[in-house]
């Protein structure tokens, strides 16, 4: 019993090494502007009337895009930092 123990214990902490290694966090003065349809923009704009800021359940609805993709799209649309970047 407890070889299986010191072995879930080397998979937990390689795990977690690898993970830590390769999380990056992104300034969002950096993100580039993800490009929507017309009609993906009308979706995403009737669904946020409708559920809010659920990204994930937003992005269920339009085939190939993430809900980080979405929410990027969003704050880029909206926030006032980005208006010098949209024109």
Do not use: C
């Amino acid at each position: 019993m407890d070889k299986k123990r010191s072995k879930n214990k080397a998979k937990i902490s390689t795990t977690t090494s690898t993970t830590s290694a390769t999380s990056e966090e992104v300034n969002s003065n950096e993100w580039e502007f993800v490009d929507m349809s017309e009609q993906e923009e009308d979706l995403i704009h009737r669904m946020y009337g409708l559920v809010g800021d659920r990204w994930d359940l937003i992005a269920g609805r339009i085939p190939g895009r993430k809900a980080e993709e979405i929410e990027r799209f969003w704050i880029m649309r909206h926030e006032d930092v980005f208006s010098v970047k949209r024109n």
